[in-house]
């Protein structure tokens, strides 16, 4: 029974790396929510800009901007190394850490025009899904350009140029369903780089 969960200390299966980012997945979302509840009670700030209210509704853009919860389990298929399977799971934790004292200290919401009645179903199944006022910065933005660049080295060149169009498409996909700003997306993009930078693999080494 032990061989399906690993097959020694450096390594990690599929299954059990699945597992783990199931698990993972759940605390994640738990203090997400939790997060959300509180900025619910809070006094919020309107965040965006004018001319971002001309920017058209597009309810089918969903099907990408809901396509982020494939992305963590790519990460047991293409990493089996479990130092650096831990690794984007420590960066996605810390993504969420950050991001949660932003939330905490500047409750926001957004300046987006109600929608039409026709597509209230959708507006209110998004906001139990994903939440109300965890807006800047963009984690959708900030998870998927994580877990994107560190399987960058373990994806082939037809799979890089696919990933790029993806990640073009998802982080659009953020302010057509009027669910992220444009300052959540600079702000989330941001917060990977600040992420990907301080648990850089080389440099923490070359300062140990």
């Given at each position: 029974m032990q061989g399906i969960f690993k097959k020694n200390n450096s390594t990690i299966t599929k299954f059990y790396g699945t597992l783990k980012v199931l698990m993972a997945l759940v605390l994640f979302l738990s203090i997400y929510y939790l997060i959300n509840f509180i900025t619910g009670y809070r006094?919020?700030?309107?965040?965006?800009?004018?001319?971002?209210?001309?920017?058209p509704y597009v309810p089918e853009m969903f099907i990408i901007y809901y396509s982020i919860i494939i992305l963590p389990f790519l990460i047991p298929i293409y990493i089996t190394n479990r130092v650096k399977f831990n690794l984007i799971l420590k960066r996605v934790f810390i993504a969420l850490f950050l991001a949660s004292i932003s939330y905490l200290l500047f409750p926001a919401e957004s300046l987006y025009p109600k929608i039409s009645h026709n597509l209230r179903f959708i507006e209110k199944v998004t906001t139990f899904l994903t939440g109300h006022y965890n807006l800047v910065p963009s984690l959708h933005v900030?998870?998927?350009?994580?877990?994107?660049?560190?399987?960058?080295?373990c994806l082939k060149k037809f799979q890089k140029i696919i990933a790029i169009v993806y990640m073009v498409l998802l982080i659009a996909s953020t302010m057509f369903t009027h669910q992220h700003n444009f300052i959540d997306v600079i702000t989330g993009a941001?917060?990977?780089?600040?992420?990907?930078?301080?648990?850089?693999?080389?440099?923490?080494?070359?300062?140990?």
């Open positions: 006094t919020r700030y309107l965040v965006g800009f004018n001319w971002e209210k001309k920017i900030a998870v998927s350009i994580i877990i994107v660049n560190s399987l960058w080295n941001l917060l990977s780089f600040i992420v990907i930078y301080i648990t850089n693999e080389k440099r923490i080494k070359g300062l140990s």
